[in-house]
C-alpha cells in the first residue's frame, strides 16, 4: 500500500513558476517508480512526467519538455514537479501517481495503481 499527499497548487501569473511536491508513505519510497499526471475540466487526465525509482530516468509529455522538471528525494519520501514558464493552458487539477508494478517508469494512467488526491493549479493570463 502506497498512501500519496500532494501540495504545492495555487494561482500564479502566467509566466511564473510553482513546485508541487508528492509525499509518499507506506511501502518504501524508493521501490516503485512515480509520475505526475494533470486533468482539466471537461478533459481526459493526461500525462506529465515520469522518474525511476532510483531518479535516473525521466520522461515528459509534450506539453511539460523544456518547462517542467520531475524529481525525487528518496531520503525524504517526495516526488517533486518544478513547473516554469507557466501558461493558462497549464491550468488543471495535478496529481501524482505510483506505480509499483513495473520496473521502468510508465506514460500511462492505467499502469499507476496508486494516486493522491490531486492539487490545482491555476495559471492566470
Known amino acids: 500500500q502506497v498512501q500519496l499527499v500532494e501540495s504545492g497548487g495555487g494561482l500564479v501569473q502566467a509566466g511564473g513558476s510553482l513546485r508541487l511536491a508528492c509525499a509518499a508513505s507506506?511501502?518504501?519510497?524508493?521501490?516503485?517508480?512515480m509520475g505526475w499526471f494533470r486533468q482539466a475540466p471537461g478533459k481526459e487526465r493526461v500525462f506529465v512526467a515520469a522518474?525511476?525509482?532510483?531518479?535516473?530516468?525521466?520522461y515528459y509529455g509534450d506539453s511539460a519538455k523544456g518547462r517542467f522538471i520531475i524529481s525525487r528525494d528518496n531520503a525524504k519520501n517526495t516526488v517533486y514537479l518544478q513547473m516554469n514558464s507557466l501558461k493558462p493552458e497549464d491550468t488543471a487539477v495535478y496529481y501524482c501517481?505510483?506505480?509499483?508494478?513495473?520496473?521502468?517508469?510508465?506514460?500511462?494512467?492505467?499502469?499507476?495503481?496508486?494516486w493522491g488526491q490531486g492539487t490545482q493549479v491555476t495559471v492566470s493570463s
Open positions: 501517481a505510483a506505480d509499483t508494478r513495473r520496473s521502468r517508469p510508465s506514460t500511462l494512467n492505467e499502469n499507476f495503481d496508486y
Open positions: 507506506g511501502r518504501t519510497f524508493g521501490t516503485y517508480a
Open positions: 522518474i525511476s525509482m532510483s531518479g535516473g530516468t525521466t
